[in-house]
């Protein structure tokens, strides 16, 4: 066996000793030991830690080597040079000595390590050949135990022969045998191969582990080489810490020097600090003394107003008592009198007898309605009267204020308006309602609210007037007596007769398409805003009259409200209710009239009922927008049987054990049912015997009786209960008698392994109870069982319940109660014990043994490993886990996923082929806390402020960690929480080292974590204190509570030290440079943020802090609100789509009703709007819009739910010697930099400005000067309170002024403020106003521009737009030029709708023409409207004439609430004409139309004669011919246009085409001969020709004067016709007038 020399232990302990010395030398080799004396105590301790006082006492000690110390000492102590050279010295040595030692404990380590490695795999190779050995003999032994069975086998296979069955058994297990024999022998011959191998391998690790016997004596020679180091370095130590000693007392001797100095100035300074207060409160005395006496009176005021606010509410309450007294005794006095009526009133009852108690209280009952009835129907009359005088006054306001839209109306009329009188209303006349009396009609008379009731379908008349005051009822319908059923003592019946049509099936047919078109008018479309409304005008709540659980006899009412949810007024009406409903409901409801939309008004419905019976109607109720139901549900009391559960499983159960179940059946209905259970194949069989004798069983039902009997659709059918024919068998038939009665007498232990208790089998469930069905298991063998049990009702309406149970059964004795056993999270090296219960569920104690994977035994391990288990008792073992560091190596195939370790144990039990298996699970950690960095290097820090390092901590324990930094330096300080707190598992929480460097100088020091487990962390940290350039006053600004949108200043002083050095020596004066610079999102602004500061000098800084809402949120959550808004708008479909479905579904069932009635009719349901497409829509927000709508509103949100917020900045403000340029740039470094931390708190304000988008800035735009323009500003309260306002002062030039006075806001309304912008000058102006309250403030930016107005018309001279034909419209445009930097509003109109102008004029004006009609010819679009600046719009003038002639107007374009300087209004002519036909003439010798006015009346037809009617016109044509004329021609032209297609007809679009030929004719007539030489004498040039739409045709006329004719003074005339052929043909009169002079 092979040992090694050196154990891990010592090992270990050797390599830490070589990586301590490592560290000593590195921090040897870079600081110096006179220069940092704390470092020196840092290694003492580490010293004290690594080497105790048990191996300093081993080391030899004289009293040569103290003097050499000593002498040592006292050079160190006066002569700084000896001791560096001394240092170095000692340094060159030692790092020799550490080289050659790491050397040699690495060559040691190496030679270990093989040593180990080696030894290992020998044991391993040992171990695995003496376990295969073991295998091998128990492989042996079981082949010898087979074969002996194998032997007994055949002998008793010989010794039964002649038996088959015993042979064939025994044949099998001879059979069995020899196999499981030869797989004995394959397995031991393989584990011999196995054996060989592993011994071969154990030769070959024997071999290499005797190849180190050699190495060990030189391993064992290194080990005192390195303890004779070791030796060597403690002594070197103990010199070092000698040195150290002495080097302290010297610095502290010259620390209590300077400490003694700075006491002195510090004495100094207090002395004048003292003298300044004492002179600062002399000069205060008087101050403070006003003040006090300001105070005593304002505290004498209050008292004062605070007693008489007293006196006032004693006086209050007095009264008030005396008012409640003498209200207390006016109630006692009048229940007193009441109670006496009262009395009266039943000693009167109680002297009646029944028959008049029961007429008394019917009697009572109409009174009272008959009362209501009145009220109602007089202030239904007075409020119909009220709108209708509204009305008619408003109509006689109109007709004085604007007469001419009545003028015409009126005139023309036969009769005359007269004012109708309403006083019949007010008082009414009531008459008594004739009924008409016929044998074919039947009357009801009702007190119900519908004016009119819809006839049945056989032609039944059935009339139900509406009662009104003062009726008289006939006395057949006042009739009291009344037989409870007709027809048994009466001898005559009534019998209805169907009424006989005498008119034919066409006139029938026709009578009732013009009813539906009659009834169709009463149904109106309701249009909002281009919005049509469908769907149901008023919404029913409840939506279902439900009347359940009723009881015969009783009487029972129910409140419908219902609400107008249409989009305007609309009217409600009550039509009628099923007629299944009428002998038991009754419906109480008044029309209200007109309903606003959101109104609701009241209904009540009463249900009576004689019989129990289900009853299912609706109400029906007709609006404006169509009609619509109410449906009506009436439940008798009925049981509503529940099970939860209809499959129940008992689980895995042993053999002979007992298990009970209980399952509830709840009966939720308000009647109790009695059940019975019953085995599934036994009421199998009871149905299937029940088909066949159902004919004996049930009755034959006649179809006439059939209908008398109640509804059974309504109950549920099981398809078992019908029989072949369809006829639905009940349950109580089904089964008989005799059955229930065997049932409940069963045998329970014969009835199989699942029973049902005897006491259960059969039983009542009350109502609104539960009773539970108890069921047993008693397993006698081992096997699957499952049952089916079916429970009946007795209330034919509950379908049977069929429930099956299941349940499994084993026979495994030993067991353990969980498979899994979890001890959750276990830390590395600790101790975790629990116990583990196995039971024994047999009747005979029993052996077991634990058995335990290999490589677990070293952490983990059972007590004891084995034991008996008692029968029917269980055992308890404890197991023990110490999980090491090597377990994640040595069970690495046994962890999970995050480190969960599953251990697997099998119980062996005796006896038994199968083991136990159970589970062992642990989640296994390390607790390691681990730092983000292994030095935390804070540079250079300011004596005037602290400095803060952030580092991570990382808890890799997958437990929590409390942890805490503990013997901190008092310059340091760790946040959060002092540097307490708790790591979660797998947390990295981010810390804070913060450093207040009061020395001067380089510090090095090391933070510690120590965890609740006593483990310890440490992390290295250097810093460095300087003194800063620049001197901050306030280095923490706090700044008050700060509104969003407010602004709030402060400010501090920067002052420059530049006469003293970083380290505090003096040093001449230099100017210093800095530069602040704000983070981003601080909403901070510092001015001046950049300047230059010289020695000695001081410079204030202004911080002003506005704090305001990020636009990525308000943009955020613009994008929310107008998703919102699309989501809204899908489901607002689907409302829409799911009540249109509902709507087609009842009008489907309507149709399905009508067809049964009548066949002919086919009733179509409507299609919905929304049927081609999807319902179910989801959401595209791909090209989502966001308005600025959207963003106001979530500016308004986010400051509404603005949360108080605080937060803390960090400015920078960097700092540089010399002054700074734009030329240049200045060297910065970070020592230099000067730290301004400042707390900023944003609160929610109190206020917000909703219009102007929510902007502050308020821009007026381009105002006339002169002129004012307003602007109307919305402020809302966000706050529970009261804010009082106050505005600073507007300017006072008059430019920007507030009109309205400033008032308080109420909490969340809102208020106006009234801006008016009035320029004086052409000129820019802008202004800032404050409006402030108690805690925020809000300002304005008014900005307005004064500029003056130029309009310009295109054209400007006149806008002629030719010919068109009659009853068609001329279109053409116009231009309005703005030559101006200002929108102008301009309205248009016509001069000849001005009267008092039109009155005035004469025919030669601007005005022309008007049409008979009384409608302007001329009209203008748009008439009213804005001209940007600098831009123009068009307006489009359309000519529109009923009859022919020349029409003429002028436009009126006027600026509205423009400068009185400038034209209000500016002119435009306009010319046009019109003609009968498409052809039209031209001519100069036309005659000139009548001017008619449009305010003129139209006028009358004239009566002409015969002659003049063939002619639709005239022209004259006069020749002046001169006797001294050398020629005798003459000449007279006129031109013939056509205007055909230039106009558009009022039916046509415009720019539509008309189509066919647009071409016209025309055509003179010749002259007749008969007239004389005139006739030759003229000439037509063309005298016929067509005349096209784009240029007209001229006519010359020539006159050849004969010489006959040339007589001077004489006149000649002759006419002659001119035809022309364009849409219409048209004949003018074309006369030719001669005039001969000289």
Same mark, same amino acid.
């Given at each position: 066996?092979?040992?090694?020399?050196?154990?891990?232990?010592?090992?270990?302990?050797?390599?830490?000793?070589?990586?301590?010395?490592?560290?000593?030398?590195?921090?040897?080799?870079?600081?110096?030991?006179?220069?940092?004396?704390?470092?020196?105590?840092?290694?003492?301790?580490?010293?004290?830690?690594?080497?105790?006082?048990?191996?300093?006492?081993?080391?030899?000690?004289?009293?040569?080597?103290?003097?050499?110390?000593?002498?040592?000492?006292?050079?160190?102590?006066?002569?700084?040079?000896?001791?560096?050279?001394?240092?170095?010295?000692?340094?060159?040595?030692?790092?020799?000595?550490?080289?050659?030692?790491?050397?040699?404990?690495?060559?040691?380590?190496?030679?270990?390590?093989?040593?180990?490695?080696?030894?290992?795999?020998?044991?391993?190779?040992?171990?695995?050949?003496?376990?295969?050995?073991?295998?091998?003999?128990?492989?042996?032994?079981?082949?010898?135990?087979?074969?002996?069975?194998?032997?007994?086998?055949?002998?008793?296979?010989?010794?039964?022969?002649?038996?088959?069955?015993?042979?064939?058994?025994?044949?099998?297990?001879?059979?069995?045998?020899?196999?499981?024999?030869?797989?004995?022998?394959?397995?031991?011959?393989?584990?011999?191969?196995?054996?060989?191998?592993?011994?071969?391998?154990?030769?070959?690790?024997?071999?290499?582990?005797?190849?180190?016997?050699?190495?060990?004596?030189?391993?064992?020679?290194?080990?005192?080489?390195?303890?004779?180091?070791?030796?060597?370095?403690?002594?070197?130590?103990?010199?070092?810490?000698?040195?150290?000693?002495?080097?302290?007392?010297?610095?502290?001797?010259?620390?209590?020097?300077?400490?003694?100095?700075?006491?002195?100035?510090?004495?100094?300074?207090?002395?004048?600090?003292?003298?300044?207060?004492?002179?600062?409160?002399?000069?205060?005395?008087?101050?403070?003394?006003?003040?006090?006496?300001?105070?005593?009176?304002?505290?004498?005021?209050?008292?004062?107003?605070?007693?008489?606010?007293?006196?006032?509410?004693?006086?209050?309450?007095?009264?008030?008592?005396?008012?409640?007294?003498?209200?207390?005794?006016?109630?006692?006095?009048?229940?007193?009198?009441?109670?006496?009526?009262?009395?009266?009133?039943?000693?009167?009852?109680?002297?009646?007898?029944?028959?008049?108690?029961?007429?008394?209280?019917?009697?009572?009952?109409?009174?009272?309605?008959?009362?209501?009835?009145?009220?109602?129907?007089?202030?239904?009359?007075?409020?119909?009267?009220?709108?209708?005088?509204?009305?008619?006054?408003?109509?006689?306001?109109?007709?004085?204020?604007?007469?001419?839209?009545?003028?015409?109306?009126?005139?023309?009329?036969?009769?005359?308006?007269?004012?109708?009188?309403?006083?019949?209303?007010?008082?009414?006349?009531?008459?008594?309602?004739?009924?008409?009396?016929?044998?074919?009609?039947?009357?009801?008379?009702?007190?119900?609210?519908?004016?009119?009731?819809?006839?049945?379908?056989?032609?039944?008349?059935?009339?139900?007037?509406?009662?009104?005051?003062?009726?008289?009822?006939?006395?057949?319908?006042?009739?009291?007596?009344?037989?409870?059923?007709?027809?048994?003592?009466?001898?005559?019946?009534?019998?209805?007769?169907?009424?006989?049509?005498?008119?034919?099936?066409?006139?029938?047919?026709?009578?009732?398409?013009?009813?539906?078109?009659?009834?169709?008018?009463?149904?109106?479309?309701?249009?909002?805003?281009?919005?049509?409304?469908?769907?149901?005008?008023?919404?029913?709540?409840?939506?279902?009259?439900?009347?359940?659980?009723?009881?015969?006899?009783?009487?029972?009412?129910?409140?419908?409200?219902?609400?107008?949810?249409?989009?305007?007024?609309?009217?409600?009406?009550?039509?009628?209710?099923?007629?299944?409903?009428?002998?038991?409901?009754?419906?109480?409801?008044?029309?209200?009239?007109?309903?606003?939309?959101?109104?609701?008004?009241?209904?009540?419905?009463?249900?009576?009922?004689?019989?129990?019976?289900?009853?299912?109607?609706?109400?029906?109720?007709?609006?404006?927008?169509?009609?619509?139901?109410?449906?009506?549900?009436?439940?008798?009391?009925?049981?509503?049987?529940?099970?939860?559960?209809?499959?129940?499983?008992?689980?895995?159960?042993?053999?002979?054990?007992?298990?009970?179940?209980?399952?509830?059946?709840?009966?939720?209905?308000?009647?109790?049912?009695?059940?019975?259970?019953?085995?599934?194949?036994?009421?199998?069989?009871?149905?299937?015997?029940?088909?066949?004798?159902?004919?004996?069983?049930?009755?034959?039902?006649?179809?006439?009786?059939?209908?008398?009997?109640?509804?059974?659709?309504?109950?549920?059918?099981?398809?078992?209960?019908?029989?072949?024919?369809?006829?639905?068998?009940?349950?109580?038939?089904?089964?008989?008698?005799?059955?229930?009665?065997?049932?409940?007498?069963?045998?329970?232990?014969?009835?199989?392994?699942?029973?049902?208790?005897?006491?259960?089998?059969?039983?009542?469930?009350?109502?609104?109870?539960?009773?539970?069905?108890?069921?047993?298991?008693?397993?006698?063998?081992?096997?699957?069982?499952?049952?089916?049990?079916?429970?009946?009702?007795?209330?034919?309406?509950?379908?049977?319940?069929?429930?099956?149970?299941?349940?499994?059964?084993?026979?495994?004795?030993?067991?353990?109660?969980?498979?899994?056993?979890?001890?959750?999270?276990?830390?590395?090296?600790?101790?975790?014990?629990?116990?583990?219960?196995?039971?024994?569920?047999?009747?005979?104690?029993?052996?077991?043994?634990?058995?335990?994977?290999?490589?677990?035994?070293?952490?983990?391990?059972?007590?004891?490993?084995?034991?008996?288990?008692?029968?029917?008792?269980?055992?308890?073992?404890?197991?023990?886990?110490?999980?090491?560091?090597?377990?994640?190596?040595?069970?690495?195939?046994?962890?999970?996923?995050?480190?969960?370790?599953?251990?697997?144990?099998?119980?062996?039990?005796?006896?038994?082929?199968?083991?136990?298996?159970?589970?062992?699970?642990?989640?296994?950690?390390?607790?390691?806390?681990?730092?983000?960095?292994?030095?935390?290097?804070?540079?250079?820090?300011?004596?005037?402020?602290?400095?803060?390092?952030?580092?991570?901590?990382?808890?890799?324990?997958?437990?929590?960690?409390?942890?805490?930094?503990?013997?901190?330096?008092?310059?340091?300080?760790?946040?959060?929480?002092?540097?307490?707190?708790?790591?979660?598992?797998?947390?990295?929480?981010?810390?804070?080292?913060?450093?207040?460097?009061?020395?001067?100088?380089?510090?090095?020091?090391?933070?510690?974590?120590?965890?609740?487990?006593?483990?310890?962390?440490?992390?290295?940290?250097?810093?460095?204190?300087?003194?800063?350039?620049?001197?901050?006053?306030?280095?923490?600004?706090?700044?008050?509570?700060?509104?969003?949108?407010?602004?709030?200043?402060?400010?501090?002083?920067?002052?420059?030290?530049?006469?003293?050095?970083?380290?505090?020596?003096?040093?001449?004066?230099?100017?210093?440079?800095?530069?602040?610079?704000?983070?981003?999102?601080?909403?901070?602004?510092?001015?001046?943020?950049?300047?230059?500061?010289?020695?000695?000098?001081?410079?204030?800084?202004?911080?002003?802090?506005?704090?305001?809402?990020?636009?990525?949120?308000?943009?955020?959550?613009?994008?929310?609100?107008?998703?919102?808004?699309?989501?809204?708008?899908?489901?607002?479909?689907?409302?829409?789509?799911?009540?249109?479905?509902?709507?087609?579904?009842?009008?489907?069932?309507?149709?399905?009703?009508?067809?049964?009635?009548?066949?002919?009719?086919?009733?179509?349901?409507?299609?919905?709007?929304?049927?081609?497409?999807?319902?179910?829509?989801?959401?595209?927000?791909?090209?989502?819009?966001?308005?600025?709508?959207?963003?106001?509103?979530?500016?308004?949100?986010?400051?509404?739910?603005?949360?108080?917020?605080?937060?803390?900045?960090?400015?920078?403000?960097?700092?540089?010697?010399?002054?700074?340029?734009?030329?240049?740039?200045?060297?910065?470094?970070?020592?230099?930099?000067?730290?301004?931390?400042?707390?900023?708190?944003?609160?929610?304000?109190?206020?917000?400005?909703?219009?102007?988008?929510?902007?502050?800035?308020?821009?007026?735009?381009?105002?006339?000067?002169?002129?004012?323009?307003?602007?109307?500003?919305?402020?809302?309260?966000?706050?529970?309170?009261?804010?009082?306002?106050?505005?600073?002062?507007?300017?006072?030039?008059?430019?920007?002024?507030?009109?309205?006075?400033?008032?308080?806001?109420?909490?969340?309304?809102?208020?106006?403020?009234?801006?008016?912008?009035?320029?004086?000058?052409?000129?820019?102006?802008?202004?800032?106003?404050?409006?402030?309250?108690?805690?925020?403030?809000?300002?304005?930016?008014?900005?307005?521009?004064?500029?003056?107005?130029?309009?310009?018309?295109?054209?400007?001279?006149?806008?002629?737009?030719?010919?068109?034909?009659?009853?068609?419209?001329?279109?053409?445009?116009?231009?309005?030029?703005?030559?101006?930097?200002?929108?102008?509003?301009?309205?248009?109109?016509?001069?000849?709708?001005?009267?008092?102008?039109?009155?005035?004029?004469?025919?030669?004006?601007?005005?022309?023409?008007?049409?008979?009609?009384?409608?302007?010819?001329?009209?203008?679009?748009?008439?009213?409207?804005?001209?940007?600046?600098?831009?123009?719009?068009?307006?489009?003038?359309?000519?529109?004439?009923?009859?022919?002639?020349?029409?003429?107007?002028?436009?009126?374009?006027?600026?509205?609430?423009?400068?009185? %300087?400038? =034209?209000? /209004?500016?002119?435009? @002519?306009?010319?046009?004409? #019109?003609? +009968?036909?498409? &052809?039209?003439?031209?001519?100069?010798?036309?005659?000139?139309?009548?001017?008619?006015?449009?305010?003129?009346?139209?006028?009358?037809?004239?009566?002409?004669?015969?002659?003049?009617?063939?002619?639709?016109?005239?022209?004259?044509?006069?020749?002046?011919?001169?006797?001294?004329?050398?020629?005798?021609?003459?000449?007279?032209?006129?031109?013939?246009?056509?205007?055909?297609?230039?106009?558009?007809?009022?039916?046509?679009?415009?720019?539509?085409?008309?189509?066919?030929?647009?071409?016209?004719?025309?055509?003179?007539?010749?002259?007749?001969?008969?007239?004389?030489?005139?006739?030759?004498?003229?000439?037509?040039?063309?005298?016929?020709?067509?005349?096209?739409?784009?240029?007209?045709?001229?006519?010359?006329?020539?006159? %050849?004067? =004969?010489? /006959?004719?040339?007589? @001077?003074?004489?006149?000649? #005339?002759? +006419?002659?016709? &001119?035809?022309?052929?364009?849409?219409?043909?048209?004949?003018?009169?074309?006369?030719?007038?001669?005039?001969?002079?000289?």
């Amino acid at each position: 066996e092979y040992k090694s020399y050196l154990s891990m232990s010592e090992v270990e302990q050797t390599v830490d000793f070589l990586h301590l010395a490592t560290e000593k030398e590195h921090i040897s080799e870079n600081d110096d030991i006179d220069e940092d004396p704390e470092d020196n105590d840092i290694e003492e301790d580490d010293d004290e830690k690594w080497f105790p006082e048990e191996e300093n006492k081993v080391l030899p000690d004289s009293g040569e080597d103290e003097d050499d110390d000593a002498s040592i000492n006292e050079d160190l102590f006066f002569s700084d040079d000896s001791d560096s050279q001394l240092s170095h010295m000692n340094n060159k040595d030692k790092f020799f000595s550490i080289e050659k030692t790491i050397q040699l404990s690495a060559e040691v380590a190496q030679e270990v390590h093989q040593i180990g490695t080696a030894q290992q795999r020998v044991e391993e190779c040992d171990r695995g050949v003496s376990d295969t050995r073991n295998e091998i003999i128990q492989s042996k032994a079981r082949q010898q135990n087979l074969a002996q069975d194998i032997h007994v086998a055949e002998e008793e296979l010989r010794a039964s022969e002649g038996n088959v069955t015993s042979v064939k058994r025994l044949l099998n297990v001879i059979e069995r045998l020899q196999v499981e024999l030869n797989s004995e022998k394959e397995l031991e011959n393989s584990l011999q191969a196995y054996v060989k191998k592993q011994e071969l391998e154990l030769n070959h690790a024997l071999h290499a582990r005797s190849m180190y016997q050699e190495s060990e004596e030189q391993l064992r020679q290194k080990r005192e080489l390195l303890d004779r180091i070791k030796a060597d370095q403690v002594i070197s130590r103990r010199k070092r810490e000698k040195t150290c000693l002495v080097n302290a007392e010297r610095k502290a001797i010259k620390k209590e020097l300077e400490e003694s100095l700075k006491n002195i100035e510090d004495e100094q300074r207090t002395k004048a600090a003292i003298k300044a207060a004492k002179r600062a409160q002399s000069d205060n005395a008087t101050f403070l003394k006003e003040t006090w006496k300001r105070v005593r009176e304002r505290k004498r005021a209050e008292e004062e107003s605070k007693k008489k606010e007293v006196d006032k509410r004693v006086k209050m309450l007095l009264e008030y008592k005396d008012n409640l007294h003498r209200t207390q005794v006016a109630l006692r006095k009048q229940s007193k009198r009441r109670a006496r009526q009262n009395q009266e009133k039943e000693v009167e009852l109680a002297k009646m007898n029944p028959d008049e108690k029961v007429l008394h209280q019917r009697k009572q009952k109409q009174d009272l309605q008959q009362k209501k009835f009145t009220q109602t129907q007089k202030e239904a009359r007075e409020k119909i009267v009220k709108t209708i005088l509204t009305e008619e006054e408003e109509i006689e306001k109109r007709k004085k204020n604007q007469p001419y839209l009545f003028e015409d109306r009126l005139k023309g009329r036969l009769n005359t308006a007269s004012t109708p009188s309403y006083d019949y209303l007010l008082h009414p006349a009531i008459k008594a309602i004739e009924v008409p009396k016929k044998d074919d009609v039947e009357v009801r008379v009702s007190l119900t609210s519908s004016d009119e009731e819809v006839a049945d379908n056989n032609d039944n008349v059935v009339v139900k007037p509406q009662m009104t005051e003062g009726q008289e009822v006939t006395e057949d319908t006042t009739s009291l007596m009344e037989p409870e059923f007709r027809g048994l003592w009466e001898s005559d019946t009534v019998v209805k007769a169907k009424k006989v049509s005498h008119y034919s099936v066409l006139e029938q047919r026709k009578m009732q398409e013009a009813l539906e078109r009659q009834r169709a008018l009463i149904i109106h479309k309701q249009v909002t805003n281009g919005r049509e409304f469908t769907g149901q005008a008023f919404m029913p709540k409840p939506e279902i009259v439900l009347f359940s659980d009723y009881d015969a006899g009783e009487v029972y009412s129910q409140n419908v409200t219902l609400t107008n949810v249409s989009y305007t007024i609309n009217n409600l009406k009550f039509v009628a209710i099923s007629e299944n409903l009428l002998d038991f409901v009754t419906v109480d409801f008044i029309p209200p009239g007109h309903m606003s939309a959101g109104l609701v008004c009241n209904m009540r419905v009463t249900f009576e009922p004689l019989i129990e019976k289900d009853i299912t109607g609706e109400i029906k109720m007709l609006a404006l927008t169509g009609p619509f139901s109410i449906p009506v549900h009436c439940r008798v009391k009925r049981s509503v049987i529940s099970m939860p559960k209809v499959f129940h499983d008992f689980g895995t159960v042993c053999v002979g054990e007992h298990h009970k179940l209980n399952i509830p059946i709840t009966n939720e209905g308000a009647l109790g049912t009695h059940y019975t259970v019953y085995e599934k194949a036994r009421y199998d069989e009871m149905l299937l015997n029940a088909k066949t004798s159902s004919a004996y069983l049930i009755p034959h039902i006649e179809s006439e009786d059939a209908e008398a009997l109640p509804s059974t659709q309504s109950l549920p059918i099981p398809p078992e209960a019908v029989n072949d024919d369809g006829v639905e068998l009940k349950v109580s038939s089904i089964i008989p008698t005799e059955s229930l009665v065997q049932t409940k007498s069963l045998d329970l232990s014969q009835a199989g392994e699942i029973l049902v208790s005897p006491e259960t089998w059969a039983g009542f469930v009350p109502e609104f109870a539960t009773k539970n069905l108890e069921i047993h298991y008693l397993p006698r063998v081992v096997a699957k069982h499952t049952c089916q049990y079916v429970v009946v009702f007795e209330d034919d309406r509950i379908e049977p319940v069929t429930i099956t149970f299941s349940a499994n059964t084993i026979d495994l004795p030993v067991y353990v109660e969980h498979s899994e056993v979890y001890i959750k999270y276990c830390m590395i090296g600790r101790l975790y014990q629990d116990s583990v219960i196995i039971y024994n569920r047999a009747t005979t104690a029993l052996r077991i043994r634990f058995e335990l994977p290999k490589s677990l035994r070293q952490h983990f391990d059972m007590l004891p490993q084995i034991g008996v288990v008692q029968a029917n008792s269980s055992f308890s073992a404890q197991f023990k886990f110490i999980p090491l560091e090597s377990i994640f190596e040595d069970c690495a195939k046994y962890f999970e996923e995050e480190q969960l370790l599953r251990i697997p144990i099998k119980i062996i039990v005796a006896d038994q082929t199968r083991p136990v298996c159970f589970d062992i699970k642990a989640h296994v950690t390390n607790t390691n806390v681990t730092f983000s960095t292994s030095e935390l290097d804070f540079g250079s820090c300011s004596i005037y402020e602290s400095v803060r390092m952030p580092f991570e901590i990382t808890n890799d324990c997958l437990l929590p960690q409390m942890y805490g930094f503990v013997s901190l330096p008092e310059f340091v300080t760790i946040q959060p929480n002092d540097g307490f707190g708790t790591l979660l598992p797998g947390e990295t929480l981010k810390l804070e080292a913060v450093v207040h460097a009061k020395i001067l100088g380089e510090h090095r020091f090391n933070i510690v974590c120590t965890t609740e487990i006593d483990r310890h962390f440490s992390l290295k940290c250097v810093a460095r204190g300087v003194i800063p350039h620049l001197e901050v006053s306030h280095p923490l600004i706090r700044f008050a509570p700060t509104a969003l949108g407010d602004v709030r200043p402060a400010s501090f002083i920067l002052s420059n030290n530049s006469n003293k050095s970083p380290t505090g020596d003096p040093v001449p004066g230099e100017a210093k440079s800095f530069h602040i610079v704000i983070p981003e999102g601080a909403h901070l602004t510092a001015s001046p943020s950049v300047g230059t500061i010289q020695p000695g000098q001081k410079l204030r800084v202004q911080l002003s802090f506005g704090p305001t809402l990020n636009m990525a949120d308000i943009e955020a959550e613009a994008e929310n609100i107008a998703k919102e808004k699309i989501i809204a708008e899908i489901e607002r479909k689907k409302q829409e789509a799911l009540l249109f479905e509902k709507q087609a579904e009842a009008v489907g069932a309507t149709n399905k009703k009508s067809k049964s009635r009548r066949a002919a009719s086919k009733a179509t349901t409507p299609k919905s709007p929304l049927e081609d497409k999807e319902t179910n829509v989801t959401p595209n927000f791909d090209n989502l819009e966001i308005t600025t709508e959207d963003k106001l509103a979530a500016m308004v949100k986010l400051k509404a739910n603005f949360e108080n917020h605080f937060q803390k900045v960090l400015i920078p403000c960097f700092t540089a010697p010399g002054e700074c340029s734009p030329e240049k740039s200045l060297d910065w470094e970070h020592s230099d930099i000067v730290y301004l931390q400042v707390h900023l708190p944003t609160m929610r304000p109190e206020m917000i400005l909703l219009s102007q988008n929510g902007k502050s800035v308020i821009n007026f735009g381009n105002v006339p000067v002169g002129e004012g323009k307003k602007l109307e500003l919305t402020l809302k309260s966000i706050t529970d309170d009261v804010i009082n306002l106050s505005c600073s002062i507007f300017p006072h030039d008059g430019s920007f002024q507030k009109i309205n006075a400033t008032r308080s806001i109420e909490p969340h309304s809102l208020q106006q403020m009234l801006l008016e912008f009035a320029p004086k000058y052409t000129a820019k102006y802008y202004e800032v106003v404050e409006i402030k309250s108690k805690k925020s403030a809000l300002f304005l930016h008014l900005h307005g521009e004064g500029v003056l107005p130029a309009l310009r018309l295109e054209p400007s001279t006149e806008l002629n737009m030719g010919y068109v034909m009659v009853g068609e419209a001329l279109y053409k445009t116009f231009n309005l030029v703005n030559e101006s930097d200002l929108d102008l509003d301009f309205k248009i109109n016509l001069l000849s709708q001005h009267t008092e102008i039109v009155q005035s004029i004469t025919f030669d004006c601007e005005i022309g023409n008007s049409n008979e009609s009384g409608i302007l010819p001329f009209q203008c679009q748009p008439h009213v409207g804005v001209v940007p600046k600098g831009g123009s719009k068009e307006i489009k003038v359309k000519f529109t004439p009923d009859h022919s002639g020349l029409f003429k107007d002028t436009i009126l374009v006027t600026l509205i609430n423009q400068y009185s %300087t400038q =034209p209000l /209004e500016s002119r435009l @002519p306009v010319v046009a004409s #019109a003609s +009968t036909g498409s &052809l039209y003439i031209v001519s100069k010798n036309l005659p000139e139309p009548t001017v008619k006015l449009h305010t003129v009346v139209p006028h009358t037809e004239h009566h002409q004669s015969e002659e003049a009617i063939s002619y639709c016109g005239s022209l004259h044509l006069v020749f002046l011919c001169s006797v001294e004329s050398p020629s005798r021609v003459y000449t007279q032209k006129f031109s013939i246009g056509n205007c055909r297609g230039l106009g558009i007809k009022s039916d046509a679009g415009v720019g539509k085409d008309k189509g066919g030929k647009l071409a016209g004719d025309f055509v003179i007539d010749p002259l007749k001969a008969e007239v004389g030489p005139l006739a030759k004498a003229f000439s037509f040039s063309p005298q016929k020709a067509s005349v096209d739409v784009t240029t007209p045709q001229e006519v010359v006329v020539t006159l %050849t004067l =004969p010489g /006959e004719l040339a007589i @001077p003074n004489t006149s000649h #005339a002759i +006419t002659t016709a &001119l035809t022309l052929k364009g849409e219409t043909v048209e004949v003018y009169q074309l006369s030719l007038n001669v005039r001969i002079v000289k």
